[in-house]
């Protein structure tokens, strides 16, 4: 199982100043940019803007301002000439993006969440195949997963779509994959499950027998025959007692 991870993170930093009715908008953007856990190509990006035009960047990487605009050149020369200026900029790398990065790794990036999986039988789209699958990964972390269908332990490539890993909007994640299929019998259908959480792929196995939702309509059907029939005999009991003058 091989899985690229990456994960391109930016700490950002807002310090906004709003001034007057009209809206003056000045802000000063300070990102740590990194992709992998070595750090490697790490990069603290502090940007000033004014109405939303970046007028001047310090970029760790160079080592220096740069200026974008006539004010932001003149700027950017003034700050350059300044070398505890620039040394206290490049100092950012280590003291607040190096730190941060090390702390979102432990605290959520090398965090995993291992996939709750449901197998269930579905109406297919009318068309070749007469049953329909859908194999549903639930609240998984992080983003990437394999999910694959398996007949008498062949892959199944074709007749196979699935949904792209959906974001819950809570850090984990949801997939859904469907396999439209013409039901054979003595045969064997599983949806595997491959993901950084799991030591080992996870199987899980059609049982066509009785399907789930078809199960619970005959508990429910059942439940409700059950408690019909304890009413209509207490309604008896009451009825012959009053009628025997009992009560
Ligand atoms: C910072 O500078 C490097 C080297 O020029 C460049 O590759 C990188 O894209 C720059 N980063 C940003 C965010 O501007």
Request: proline share 4%.
């Amino acid at each position: 199982m091989s899985m690229l991870i990456a994960f391109y993170i930016c700490l950002t930093l807002f310090l906004s100043i709003f001034a007057g009715t009209d809206g003056y908008f000045e802000q000063v953007v300070r990102q740590c940019r990194f992709t992998s856990k070595d750090l490697h190509g790490i990069e603290f990006i502090d940007s000033y803007v004014f109405n939303q035009a970046e007028y001047i960047r310090f970029n760790s990487t160079v080592g220096k301002f740069v200026g974008y605009t006539e004010h932001g050149v003149k700027n950017a020369e003034a700050f350059n000439s300044d070398a505890s200026l620039l040394a206290q900029e490049q100092g950012e790398l280590e003291r607040y993006c190096k730190t941060n990065a090390a702390i979102d790794y432990s605290a959520i990036l090398d965090k995993t969440a291992e996939p709750h999986v449901r197998l269930s039988s579905v109406t297919p789209p009318s068309g070749r195949h007469p049953a329909m699958l859908m194999c549903s990964a639930y609240d998984f972390y992080p983003k990437p997963i394999r999910v694959t269908w398996l007949r008498d332990g062949q892959e199944v490539k074709s007749d196979v779509t699935s949904t792209e890993e959906l974001a819950n909007g809570d850090w984990y994640y949801q997939i859904h994959s469907n396999l439209e299929y013409t039901p054979k019998s003595g045969e064997k259908i599983s949806c595997m499950v491959e993901h950084i959480s799991l030591t080992e792929p996870m199987m899980y196995h059609w049982d066509p027998s009785l399907p789930e939702s078809e199960r619970n309509k005959i508990a429910i059907g059942a439940s409700g025959l059950v408690l019909g029939a304890i009413l209509a005999l207490a309604g008896l009991i009451y009825y012959k007692k009053k009628s025997s003058g009992v009560l």
